[in-house]
């Protein structure tokens, strides 16, 4: 090729090694903060990165993936013909209409607000549905719109400072349920958009309940971020247990719920570094608060009670890679207890990735079944089951391939 000829931009693709040094840097971390989470060392990595190892087994991949939180596995190893998204789903056909209503902000309007308790009662059965219906993200994607179209007019209509409040209070709500929805969707900038508006809502409203439920979804989004914002995501869990602490004493049941949901949210971040002993430390604390719940309560938002502290036991011992331990709070979980469809499909994916830590792949799969079973738009939207899957489509047992070819089938995988 003549040297002044427009150059070729795939005669010199980045290789495998170089592609996980620009992701791993994106994230914020170490050579060594990666090989820890990996179960390898610093130089590990280095070796991977420098092009001295060649490039990893497909399981190995996949968790790479998964710790990079690497959105397209294409990104991570080059093959432009295979694009698979891991931890953003293709895009649920309600987004748009949810991103518009959002969007539209607007300042001012000729229609009245809805009454506050017609617009309570509304965001109530939203709640209700988003729980009950396995096609929660349909269902819940169908109301948003209108409510936080509605939510916007009763703060800016609000005739006193006691109305504006508590009309803050139900818009904070709303953008919550949005989180919600938002979430996996390919638009990071949206969701930041809907936290960010939930928790100024909040803090406008002054009401502990609400201002607890915009800390811990703030949270949430800062540790799925990556490591580069768990110190953000430990910052803001921090702050809204030392708020609510003081309160606790004589706070009603939604508080002191709010209040152990932030502190299992803690230790859940904490899990992630890989700090065994603080997360348990905080799942500890959490659970002493659910204690303290009545039998039966189950918070609408966090899903925080009693019969959620397995499933969380689950999670904490599956973000240590403790593959045993993993099994072993599995067991003594029960799924049955937990009303909340979308909840209860997400404790069986993180089931499975326990049995997908311990050897157990033909469990795992059983598992990510009922997990489809519950609720097909949780795991349709959920990269650590699509990472099971591509991995056992790949097994040596062709009865595991065809499971898992049929569970990628089911999640619509193929059409992604």
Same mark, same amino acid.
């Given at each position: 090729?003549?040297?002044?000829a427009?150059?070729?931009p795939? =005669?010199?693709?980045?290789?495998?090694?170089?592609?996980?040094? !620009? @992701?791993?840097?994106?994230?914020?971390?170490t050579?060594?903060?990666?090989?820890?989470?990996m179960?390898r060392?610093?130089?590990?990595?280095?070796?991977i990165?420098?092009?001295r190892?060649?490039?990893?087994?497909? #399981?190995?991949?996949?968790?790479?993936a998964?710790?990079?939180?690497? +959105?397209d596995?294409?990104?991570? $190893?080059g093959?432009?013909?295979v694009?698979v998204d891991?931890? $953003?789903?293709?895009?649920?056909?309600?987004?748009?209409?949810? +991103?518009?209503?959002?969007?539209?902000?607007?300042?001012?309007?000729?229609?009245?607000?809805?009454?506050?308790?017609?617009? $309570?009662a509304?965001?109530?059965?939203?709640?209700?549905?988003?729980?009950? =219906?396995?096609?929660?993200?349909?269902? &819940?994607?169908?109301l948003?719109?209108?409510?936080?179209?509605?939510?916007?007019?009763?703060?800016?209509?609000?005739?006193?400072?006691?109305?504006?409040?508590?009309?803050?209070?139900?818009?904070?709500?709303?953008?919550?349920?949005?989180?919600?929805?938002?979430?996996?969707?390919?638009?990071?900038?949206l969701?930041?958009r809907?936290?960010e508006?939930?928790?100024v809502?909040?803090?406008?409203?002054?009401?502990?309940?609400?201002?607890?439920?915009?800390?811990?979804?703030t949270a949430?989004?800062?540790?799925?971020?990556?490591?580069?914002?768990?110190?953000?995501?430990?910052h803001?869990?921090?702050?809204?247990?030392?708020?609510?602490?003081?309160?606790?004493?004589?706070?009603?049941?939604?508080?002191?719920?709010i209040?152990?949901?932030l502190h299992?949210?803690?230790?859940?971040?904490?899990?992630?570094?890989g700090?065994?002993?603080?997360a348990?430390?905080?799942?500890?604390?959490? +659970?002493?608060?659910?204690?303290?719940?009545?039998?039966?309560?189950?918070?609408?938002?966090?899903?925080?009670?009693?019969a !959620?502290?397995?499933?969380?036991?689950v999670?904490?011992a599956?973000? @240590?890679?403790?593959?045993?331990?993993? &099994?072993?709070q599995?067991?003594?979980?029960?799924?049955?207890?937990?009303? =909340?469809r979308p +909840?209860?499909?997400?404790?069986?994916?993180?089931?499975?990735?326990?049995?997908?830590?311990?050897?157990?792949?033909?469990?795992? @799969?059983? $598992?990510?079944?009922q997990?489809?079973?519950?609720?097909? #738009?949780?795991?349709?939207?959920?990269?650590?089951?699509?990472? !099971?899957?591509?991995?056992?489509? #790949?097994?040596?047992?062709?009865?595991?391939?065809?499971r898992?070819?049929?569970?990628?089938?089911?999640?619509?995988?193929?059409?992604?």
């Open positions: 090729m003549p040297h002044d427009t150059p070729d795939y =005669s010199d693709p980045i290789a495998f090694g170089q592609r996980l040094q !620009i @992701l791993r840097t994106r994230r914020g971390m050579r060594d903060q990666l090989g820890g989470l179960g060392s610093g130089s590990w990595v280095k070796g990165e420098t092009g190892r060649g490039v990893p087994r497909l #399981e190995v991949v996949l968790r790479l998964e710790v990079l939180r690497v +959105r596995l294409a990104d991570l $190893t093959d432009q013909s694009h891991l931890f $953003t789903g293709p895009g649920h056909p309600r987004l748009a209409a949810v +991103r518009a209503a959002v969007d539209a902000f607007p300042l001012g309007s000729a229609e009245q607000a809805p009454f506050a308790a017609h617009l $309570t509304r965001l109530a059965g939203a709640w209700s549905a988003r729980h009950t =219906s396995p096609h929660h993200r349909d269902v &819940v994607g169908a948003l719109p209108d409510l936080i179209r509605d939510a916007q007019a009763a703060v800016r209509q609000a005739d006193s400072a006691a109305d504006r409040r508590a009309a803050q209070a139900v818009l904070s709500e709303v953008y919550s349920l949005s989180q919600f929805f938002v979430a996996y969707q390919p638009d990071a900038p969701l930041w809907v936290a508006r939930g928790m809502a909040a803090q406008e409203s002054e009401d502990p309940h609400t201002i607890g439920i915009a800390a811990w979804l949430q989004a800062h540790r799925d971020s990556g490591p580069g914002h768990f110190d953000a995501a430990d803001v869990t921090t702050e809204a247990i030392g708020f609510l602490a003081p309160l606790l004493p004589d706070a009603g049941t939604e508080v002191r719920a209040a152990g949901a299992f949210e803690a230790g859940y971040t904490a899990a992630r570094r700090e065994t002993g603080t348990w430390r905080h799942w500890d604390d959490a +659970r002493a608060i659910a204690a303290r719940l009545p039998e039966a309560y189950f918070h609408p938002v966090t899903s925080f009670s009693r !959620i502290m397995g499933a969380h036991a999670t904490i599956v973000e @240590l890679h403790a593959g045993g331990e993993s &099994v072993r599995a067991a003594a979980a029960d799924a049955s207890t937990i009303p =909340s +909840r209860r499909s997400r404790h069986r994916i993180e089931e499975a990735r326990g049995y997908q830590l311990d050897g157990q792949p033909d469990v795992a @799969l059983a $598992t990510l079944a997990a489809h079973e519950a609720a097909p #738009e949780t795991i349709r939207y959920n990269g650590y089951a699509k990472r !099971i899957i591509l991995e056992e489509a #790949e097994a040596k047992s062709p009865d595991r391939r065809r898992a070819s049929e569970l990628a089938v089911k999640l619509g995988m193929l059409a992604a």
